[in-house]
C-alpha cells in the first residue's frame, strides 16, 4: 500500500497550492479519503474529506471557502486545492485513507510541506 502526497512547497500569503495524493495497493474506491495537517507543536488536524464516491464532503470551518478537496477514482488520486493560503495555513499535509464505521486498517501518506510566509 502507498500513498504518495505531492505539490507541497513554499507559497505567499494569498497564493494558491494543489495537494495530490496518488495511491496504489488497495481499492481506492471503496475508500473515504481525508487531508490532515500538521503544524510544528499541535496536534494533527482534519482538513477536508470526501467519501468514496466523491458525492458528499466536509471541511474545517478553518478553511471552508478555501479549500476544494475532490477525487478521481479512476486515476486512484485525492486532491486538496487551496486558495488565499495564509500563514497559519502552515503544516505537513497527510492524506488518509480509511473505511468509516469498519475494522479495516486506515492508511496514512507521508506528508508534504506547505509553508506560507512572505
Known amino acids: 500500500v502507498q500513498l504518495v502526497e505531492s505539490g507541497g512547497g513554499l507559497v505567499q500569503p494569498g497564493g494558491s497550492l494543489r495537494l495530490s495524493c496518488a495511491t496504489s495497493?488497495?481499492?481506492?474506491?471503496?475508500?473515504?479519503m481525508s487531508w490532515y495537517r500538521q503544524a510544528p507543536g499541535k496536534e494533527r488536524e482534519l482538513v477536508a474529506g470526501i467519501t468514496s464516491s466523491g458525492g458528499s464532503t466536509n471541511y474545517a470551518g478553518s478553511v471552508k471557502g478555501r479549500f476544494t478537496i475532490s477525487r478521481d477514482n479512476a486515476k486512484n488520486t485525492v486532491y486538496l486545492q487551496m486558495n488565499s493560503l495564509k500563514p497559519e495555513d502552515t503544516a505537513v499535509y497527510y492524506c488518509?485513507?480509511?473505511?468509516?464505521?469498519?475494522?479495516?486498517?486506515?492508511?496514512w501518506g507521508q506528508g508534504t510541506q506547505v509553508t506560507v510566509s512572505s
Open positions: 495497493g488497495f481499492t481506492f474506491s471503496s475508500y473515504a
Open positions: 488518509y485513507a480509511h473505511v468509516p464505521r469498519s475494522l479495516i486498517l486506515p492508511y
